[in-house]
C-alpha cells in the first residue's frame, strides 16, 4: 500500500466514523442479563467468530473482563492462527512487503514467526488488555439490514465507533491505540532497516484495513434480518 494513500485511508475512517457518532446509537447490551458463553461459530468456515453479536435487536449480556482475555486466547490458540500467519506471510514474501527479510525459505520462515507474534500481540491488546482498561466491548454489533451502502459504512464506521460494556457508544480504543501499539510493538522483532515512521504508519493502516475487510465479512456472513427491524 502506498504510504501517502495508507495515512489519508486511516485519517478518512477516524474522522469520518468519529464524525457520524453523532447518531448515539445504543448497543443492545443488558447489564442485567446473566453472562453467557462466547459463541462457537466462525466465519467463511474458516476464522473464528467469537467477537461478533449477530442480530443487534435482541439484547446480549456484557463480557465478563476474564471473557475478554479467554476470546484472545480462543483466536490465538484456534487452528486459523496458524493458517492466518502462513497467508500473511505468503503475501509479504510476494509482494515484497512488510520487514526486509529477502528471499527464500529461511526468510518466508521469519516472516511467519513476525506475523505470528503480530497477530497475538494484537489480539491480546484489541480484545482483552485495552477492553477492560477502557471498559469497552470488543465486539462487532451486525447492522444486519438496510443497503450493501449502509452495510458497508457500519462495517467501516466500526473501526472508528465502539460500545461501552453498557452499550453507550464511545470511541474505538481497543482498536486505534491496540493496532497502534501492537505496531510499535512488532518493531522490537523487525530488521533494523525497516524500522521507521513512514513503515510503521503503513504498517498500521494495512491493520486497519485488514480489520475492515474482516468486518465486511462478519456484516455480510450473517443471516440477514428483516427490515422491520430498522
Do not use: C
Not at 443492545?28 to 467469537?50: C, K, N, Q, S
Not at 484472545?72 to 512487503?97: C, H, W
Not at 520487514?99 to 489480539?123: I, V
Not at 513512514?198 to 468486518?215: C, D, H, I, Q, W
Amino acid at each position: 500500500m502506498n504510504r501517502k494513500l495508507a495515512y489519508l485511508f486511516v485519517s478518512a475512517i477516524f474522522l469520518l466514523a468519529l464524525a457520524d457518532q453523532v447518531s448515539l446509537a445504543q448497543a443492545r447490551i443488558d447489564p442485567t442479563l446473566p453472562e453467557a458463553p462466547l459463541p462457537h461459530r466462525r466465519v467463511l468456515l474458516l476464522f473464528p467468530g467469537y467477537e461478533t453479536v449477530q442480530d443487534p435487536n435482541i439484547p446480549v449480556a456484557p463480557l465478563k473482563t476474564k471473557q475478554k482475555f479467554e476470546m484472545a486466547y480462543r483466536k490465538t490458540v484456534d487452528p486459523s492462527f496458524l493458517i492466518e500467519g502462513m497467508m500473511f506471510a505468503g503475501f509479504d514474501q510476494v509482494a515484497n512487503y512488510g520487514p526486509e527479510y529477502g528471499s527464500g525459505a529461511g526468510p518466508f520462515a521469519q516472516r511467519f514467526g513476525y506475523n505470528e507474534a503480530n497477530l497475538a500481540s494484537t489480539f491480546l491488546l484489541t480484545d482483552g488488555v485495552l477492553p477492560t482498561i477502557f471498559h469497552q466491548d470488543p465486539r462487532f454489533f451486525r447492522k444486519g439490514h438496510g443497503s450493501v451502502g449502509s452495510r458497508v459504512w457500519w462495517a467501516l464506521r466500526s473501526e472508528a465507533v465502539g460500545y461501552s460494556n453498557t452499550g453507550t457508544e464511545m470511541p474505538n480504543y481497543s482498536n486505534m491505540l491496540g493496532f497502534g501499539m501492537s505496531t510499535a510493538l512488532s518493531n522490537a522483532y523487525s530488521p533494523d532497516s525497516s524500522i521507521t515512521f513512514p513503515k510503521t504508519m503503513e504498517r498500521y493502516g494495512v491493520k486497519v484495513g485488514v480489520s475492515f475487510a474482516l468486518n465486511i465479512m462478519r456484516e455480510f456472513g450473517g443471516v440477514s434480518l428483516p427490515e422491520k427491524h430498522q
